[in-house]
């Protein structure tokens, strides 16, 4: 490895400064106050994140595990949560306060304060972008692009949809994402409208290639992050990534008028769970966040699970336990649910279904919530629900 130049050797290095990143700074200083932990983004903060910036507040209960209080105690909650489904006449729209809400923190907030609370517990932060990662009996090392090689016990690799470390572990090691389970999706800020303020907004589609919705959520300052999603449908003939302009009209074909005075206009992707069996590490290589595929296949929500694979896997790196194992007791009930959620969806029926069912009654709204927002199931009063909305007709 000496080949490379300069060394440094640090307790973990983690790559990507976003919510896994850092949460993974703050698990491994949590574990082991002290620890030589060095975080690694291309770049600057803050920064922007394409994203629909809704944080559900099971995210922020994972970092109260790790000391950090208050993140958002400042910020303005949008209590009601609104879902419909365009073009199905008959069917309800739901709207509830949501027992727990969700907050609208635009990224270049959230993700600098979660950096910020990393750093003050003494994680250093870089400039720089990897490029590579070498590992042998040795230990492990992050290659940067000017060539200097940063030497680590664990590094763990955060760095989003495209990661560079999961492609430096090579295909054999962690299996491609399937096909037909990564989404795109388009997000704005425009002025909000009068009837989605205070109201996180969410239309689903009469499309076949569902999952895919569009949203409103106010982010409390008269703007709000309005967006669309879709599966890449790799299933359709055209086999093509719609462009951003279509997604921008889908959005406006299910809430006319939220796209008036857009700005930032951008477009990502999100892998979703769905798309990898599960392979979170390799060696001393620990992967979290978008970067494990950890995006929820019904809503595209990610924060949540880049906190606590983050989180679980800084611990892991200081010895505070087995990350494949400590995620997979967190995350993998949850995961074969939303996995089924995403199925159920597809069909008309059986979305209006969950629609009738969650309209009738809260308890059934509140799960519903909860498996599009963090570790929710399909709990025996939303199955039974349905299925009373189902003989109902
Ligand atoms: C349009 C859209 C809407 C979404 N809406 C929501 C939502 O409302 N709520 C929700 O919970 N989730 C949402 N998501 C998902 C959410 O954005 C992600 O799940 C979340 O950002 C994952 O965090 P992360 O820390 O894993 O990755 P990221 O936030 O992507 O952070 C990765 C970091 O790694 C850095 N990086 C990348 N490559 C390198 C490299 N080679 N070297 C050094 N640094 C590197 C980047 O600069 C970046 O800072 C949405 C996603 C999209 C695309």
Known sequence: MTQH?????????????????????????????GARVLLLDRADFPRDKVCGDGVAPHALDVLETVGVTGLLDDWPVAPRLRISVVGAPGVPVVEEAMSR?????????????????????????????????LQDGAGVGVVL????????????????????????????????????????????????????????????????????????????????NVGFGQLVDSRSSAGQTPTRARLLERLEELLPGTTAGAEQVAGHPLPLSTGRSGVWSVGRVLLAGDAASLVNPVTGEGIYYAVLSGVL???AALGGGRYDRMLGEALVGHLRHTDLAARL???????????????????????VADIGLARGRLTRRVVTGMGRALLAG
């Open 145 to 224: 692009s000017d060539g200097e090689l940063v030497r680590a016990r664990v590094v763990v690799g955060a760095d989003g949809a495209h990661s560079e470390v999961r492609r430096a572990l090579g295909p054999a090691a962690v299996p491609p994402q399937k096909r037909g389970t990564t989404a795109i999706a388009v997000r704005a800020y425009a002025p909000v409208l009068p009837e989605h303020d205070g109201v996180q907004v969410l239309a689903f589609s009469t499309d076949t290639d569902r999952p895919s919705y569009a949203w409103s959520f106010p982010v409390g300052d008269g703007r709000a």
């Open 313 to 315: 896997a800084g611990r």
């Open 345 to 367: 969806v597809r069909s008309d029926r059986l979305l209006h279904a969950a629609l009738r069912a969650s309209a009738r009654d809260t308890g059934v709204f509140d799960d």
């Open 5 to 33: 130049g300069l060394e440094q050797h640090w307790d973990l290095v983690v790559v990507g400064a976003g919510p896994a990143g850092s949460a993974a700074a703050l698990g491994a200083l949590h574990q082991r106050p």
């Open 101 to 133: 809400p969700a907050q609208v923190v635009p990224r270049a907030v959230l993700d600098e304060r979660i950096l910020r609370a990393a750093t003050d517990r003494g994680a250093v932060l870089r400039r720089a972008r990897v490029r590579d990662v």
